[in-house]
């Protein structure tokens, strides 16, 4: 059975945000029950392994209470929580775990089909094409850590396309030799559309407009919100309501395949998160960067310390940033506390009736967050308040994501932190740096990008994608 209700060890933020009087941010809880665990003699040390494609293995060590103690059940609730963030934030299709025999026995029940984590194992399943299973580590059992990176984008000779698939919206930029030309946004409706056509159309519009407006394509470069292995969208939110047998017909290679409709013209495809990071490090002239994309989803990606890509998901939309069994829970994922009810036009809609915001339900969320910002113009507190709560959200967010990142620059960016609401994500949020993890407030540079690189600036980005 696993704990959810009454984990021990939920913190009371210093600074609370007023609209959300019950966060209990997952940055506090993991450090004050590791903290707990390291003052009980004979403490267990357990070690995470995640598989992943090219047998790459990501290791993360934490500790235990041992089977011995009073508080051993605590583990699972953190056990749990943790394992979820590493597959989301890695990716894998195996978890190796080296650790107490009953905590690993609970991961087992937990993480299989039927289990309480029965949508993470089906959608790491889809994406590797292998099936998911517990590994069960003997302390003798050795595990070496192996990950592949890889350079990304800046490829800026020629006659390019950037096109950035959002929710809400798709961008395009016709950029010649690093110079955006021609840049647009049209409004769509992919997550409520189950026709193939009618992604394929959207998409194909925006890239010809670009075209049009150039004597010749040398390439095209993508970014769109999803996983992509070579190409390929094996799973994405965009085009979730596509049957399976028409997802894998006309989906699964929609890019390829429109990349040879327009002339067999070399294409590259990244998730928007990643270049997000790549936009980021493109305009700072350096690395370590993660960047977040607030918009109909969370986009995350990070480019390292060498100017490469990890391999890794990315896919902190799914990570659980908030410890509170009674939070908002996602309508995909079916889970609570995970970062898309937090940094994303959902958190907006979320947030707004707390605020004494009224909005029409009958409306897309893209208008409903125009009509928030539109308040936060006329300075309505309710609307200010709210993004004020967001940037709270980040700040204690960031003290979780610094367990896994080594983020010299966070750069945020998309539709949400557009205008004033975006000056106070990040003032709040480097308030909650200051007071809670101070040591990281001064070794992260947290900003925003200009405005037009804020809504265009990963189409321009994802032009680069793509070597000539």
């Known amino acids: 059975m696993i704990h959810l209700n009454n984990f021990k060890y939920l913190q009371t933020p210093k600074i609370k945000p007023n609209l959300d009087v019950h966060f209990k941010p997952a940055s506090l809880a993991i450090l004050a029950f590791e903290n707990a665990v390291k003052k009980v003699e004979g403490h267990v040390k357990a070690t995470i392994g995640i598989l992943r494609h090219h047998e790459q293995i990501a290791i993360f060590e934490t500790v235990l209470f041992p089977e011995t103690h009073e508080d051993f059940e605590e583990n699972f609730f953190f056990l749990e929580r943790l394992i979820k963030s590493l597959l989301w934030i890695k990716g894998g299709y195996e978890v190796l775990f080296k650790g107490p ?4 026995e609970h991961l087992q029940r937990v993480y299989q089909h039927g289990g309480h984590r029965d949508f993470d194992v089906r959608f790491m399943e889809r994406i590797y094409e292998k099936p998911f299973r517990i590994h069960l580590l003997t302390e003798e059992e050795k595990l070496i850590a192996y990950e592949e990176t890889e350079p990304i984008g800046r490829n800026l000779e020629g006659y390019r396309i950037g096109f950035d698939a959002g929710g809400s919206d798709r961008k395009v930029s016709a950029v010649i030799n690093g110079e955006a030309i021609y840049s647009e946004e049209v409004v769509w409706h992919p997550k ?3 026709d193939p056509q009618y992604h394929i159309d959207g ?7 670009a075209a ?4 010749r394509v040398d390439a095209i470069g993508v970014s769109s919100a999803g996983v992509y292995i070579d190409n390929q969208a094996m799973v994405a939110s965009l085009f979730r309501q596509v049957p399976d047998h028409l ?8 890019y390829l395949d429109i990349a040879k409709d327009m002339g067999d013209v070399p294409i590259e495809v990244a998730n928007d998160g990643d270049v997000t990071a790549l936009a980021g490090a493109m305009s700072l002239n350096d690395n370590q960067v993660l960047g977040i994309a607030m918009g109909t989803s969370q986009a995350v990606g990070y480019v390292d ?5 990890t391999g890794w998901l990315n896919e902190l939309a799914f990570v659980p940033v908030d410890f509170y069994s009674g939070a908002e829970v996602d309508e995909w994922s079916l889970d609570f506390g995970v970062g898309v009810s937090y940094f994303s036009q959902d958190a907006v809609i979320k947030l707004a009736p707390e605020a004494g915001i009224t909005l029409d339900p009958n409306i897309s969320p893209a208008d409903r967050l125009k009509i928030v910002q539109d308040l936060v113009i006329k300075k309505h507190q309710g609307a200010l308040d709210i993004f004020k709560t967001i940037g709270i959200y980040l700040g204690y967010a960031l003290g979780f994501y610094d367990r896994f990142y080594q983020m010299k620059h966070v750069l945020i960016l998309g539709r949400v932190t557009s205008g004033v609401g975006g000056d106070l994500i990040i003032k709040w949020a ?8 101070p040591q990281l ?3 992260i540079n947290l900003q925003l990008p200009d405005e037009k690189s804020r809504r265009v600036g990963q189409s321009i980005a994802a032009a680069s994608l793509p070597k000539i």
């Open 101 to 104: 025999k009953k905590a690993g």
């Open 203 to 209: 998409i194909k519009d925006s890239m010809l407009r």
């Open 212 to 215: 049009s407006k150039m004597p």
């Open 192 to 194: 409520i559309n189950s």
């Open 430 to 437: 480097k308030k909650v740096l200051e007071t809670e993890f």
């Open 247 to 254: 997802y894998s017909k006309y989906i699964k290679n929609i």
């Open 305 to 309: 310390a060498d100017g490469h890509i």
């Open 441 to 443: 407030a001064k070794t």
